[in-house]
């Protein structure tokens, strides 16, 4: 007789709940700033040096479509703007405006926020160890930044 499992019984039924969570939590307090977590990202890319829209969605890893339908809705909102790239004419630069230069760090306070909700309770090298084994699990080809002194890890 072949046993099957139960719904609680996987592992991605657990991701899957912890990331629906985290991200809805996260959605609430970004909404409050008229952005999804989806343009916060694209917001976060583009602050942090990414500047095209096949850029940020290699950084991201979604379609370059998706990006530049969510630029469109940054552009109406003001929060970003496409500007021509004065060493080529064939590429479009992506850049925050006042308006979302100013906002990113906010933003990025709700994340900070949001993970310590989440993951607080995690000592550092717990942490980081979780965060080592999802970006294995996802093919992240970079290892894990690291959030704690090397002393912390003996």
């Known amino acids: 007789m072949t ?14 709940r912890l990331s629906d969570e985290v ?3 996260f959605e609430a307090e970004i909404g409050r700033h008229g952005v999804t977590v989806s343009q ?9 040096g990414h500047t095209t829209t096949k850029a940020v969605a290699q950084h991201m890893a979604i379609d370059p479509g998706a990006v530049s339908r969510l630029v469109d809705r940054l552009v109406a909102k003001g929060l970003i ?40 309770s995690l000592q550092s090298p717990q ?10 699990l996802v093919g992240e080809p970079h290892p894990a930044p690291s959030h704690h002194t090397p002393e912390e890890s003996s």
């Not at 916060?40 to 942090?48: I, L, P, Q």
């Open 3 to 16: 046993t099957t499992h139960g719904l609680h019984d996987h592992l991605g039924y657990w991701l899957r």
């Open 23 to 25: 991200h809805a939590r």
């Open 40 to 48: 916060w990202g694209v917001m976060a890319s583009v602050f942090h």
């Open 81 to 120: 703007r496409r500007e021509p790239d004065p060493a080529s004419r064939r590429t479009v630069l992506l850049v925050l405006t006042e308006e979302g230069r100013a906002l990113v760090p906010v933003l990025a306070g709700l994340a900070d926020r949001n993970d310590a909700y989440f993951f607080g």
């Open 127 to 136: 942490r980081d160890q979780l965060e080592s084994w999802i970006r294995r």
